[in-house]
């Protein structure tokens, strides 16, 4: 182990140990994180040589109070899940003739859009916000509805959770998703988009509600998400971290959950660690605006501890592969970043090799949040399967809506 991987351990075990059991506990969870942060330590240590931790957080906080991104909102509504939990989502309507008939043409050429509806699902310790910048580029042109997971952003902590200490399952998910749907989109003709845990989502609603998909689903596009296997993914580790990572982190993260608050004050503690991991299984390029990656690590930070160690175990146990035949016959998208280390692009070709008609993009220098780090590649995809399921008149492309200039490699 570096020095500088030595030092995240420490600074993780002193910012969260307590006395006795506890002590024990969050030594463990120290050595999962060091070993995880080992990558991200060496770059935060160098930082520290170079700037202050007093300049770093105001440049924090100026980010915080400029950056744009997750400030576009639309009519707030609510979907109760079947356990009671309350369901954020946000609908953007289509603009009138004689709105901003500009963009319209630019996107999608002179004609109105179908009444189709796009329903966006986000990731694991995200929120709707996460797809700022498609929801940016479609907004007004199609109808879209943005929602945030049981426990995630606006949406309530799951009741069952909460109340029942029951386990979350991705099939609970699925049926949130068609608690939201019945509420914000209870008819005509729907896109399915999802990303990572929200990509999983859509994969058990189609499991469980197989007579929507086939009635009212039109187009499905899962980015950076898998259906199965997750256990096997070794985040970019040595077989050894993996295997220790493994072992004890689903106890480690049951452990932290119990001491949520005591938790949350180590996060604040050791943030610059933290942001070095969130940015090392977040994105692949090295120049990633810093204003995105703050944004990222805003809505990563904003999770709480216990939500995050409630839901870590049902990836494990995630298996939907089957579920995937329900899109067999409908226009497929599935993207993901080449260098995803949390849900690794093989899933992605796994997917697509299920789905032979299914359009495979493999982003070149993406991460797990490709939506963010190569948002044109990502809308561009988007766009022209709304083009394929007849959603919007053809010719449509976007451009403008990103901040790099990476360019997609069809599968």
């Known amino acids: 182990m570096s020095e500088s991987s030595a030092e995240a ?138 929602w945030d997971q049981r426990s995630h952003g606006r949406s309530g902590r799951g009741v069952q959770q909460v109340q029942d200490d029951v386990p979350v399952s991705i099939d609970e998910l699925g049926r949130d998703l068609k608690a939201v749907i019945d509420a914000a989109a209870p008819e005509g003709p ?16 189609a499991d469980e509600f197989p007579e929507l998909i086939r009635e009212r689903v039109v187009a499905v596009a899962l980015v950076g998400t898998s259906s199965g296997r997750l256990g096997e993914v070794n985040f970019g580790l040595p077989v050894a971290g993996v295997n220790a990572v493994r072992r004890i982190l689903p106890g480690v993260l049951k452990a932290l959950g119990q001491r949520a608050e005591l938790v949350e004050k180590g996060r604040q503690a050791t943030a610059d660690l933290f942001t070095g991991i969130i940015k090392r299984y977040s994105f692949a390029s090295r120049d990633v605006d810093p204003a995105v990656a703050r944004f990222a690590e805003r809505m990563i930070e904003g999770t709480p501890i216990d939500v995050v160690a409630e839901f870590y175990p049902a990836f494990t146990e995630h298996d939907k592969t089957e579920a995937l035949a329900h899109f067999m016959d409908l226009p497929v998208l599935v993207l993901a970043g080449i260098g995803d280390l949390v849900t690794p692009s093989e899933h992605s070709e796994a997917i697509a090799g299920l789905l032979p008609e299914a359009e495979l993009v493999l982003v070149p220098d993406a991460g797990h949040l490709v939506m963010l780090e190569h948002p044109e590649v990502v809308t561009d995809r988007i766009a022209d399967l709304l083009t394929r399921a007849g959603a919007v008149p053809a010719g449509a492309t976007v451009g403008g809506y990103g901040s790099t200039s990476s360019t997609a490699q069809p599968g």
């Open 190 to 205: 729907i896109v399915l988009v999802g990303h990572s845990m929200g990509g999983m989502t859509v994969m058990a609603l």
């Open 9 to 146: 351990v420490v600074a993780v075990v002193s910012a969260t140990g307590a006395a006795g059991n506890w002590r024990r506990a969050t030594g463990i969870a120290g050595a999962a994180i060091g070993v995880v942060a080992a990558g991200a330590a060496a770059g935060v240590a160098l930082e520290r040589m170079t700037v202050g931790r007093g300049m770093r957080k105001k440049a924090r906080l100026a980010l915080d109070s400029t950056g744009p991104y997750g400030s576009l909102r639309g009519m707030p509504g609510k979907a109760y899940a079947d356990d009671g939990t309350e369901l954020y989502y946000e609908v953007d309507e289509v603009e009138p003739e004689g709105g901003s008939a500009p963009r319209r043409r630019r996107l999608f050429g002179r004609k109105a859009p179908l009444p189709v509806t796009v329903v966006f699902s986000h990731g694991y310790c995200l929120s709707q916000d996460s797809w700022h910048f498609q929801r940016a580029a479609l907004r007004g042109v199609v109808r879209t509805v943005h």
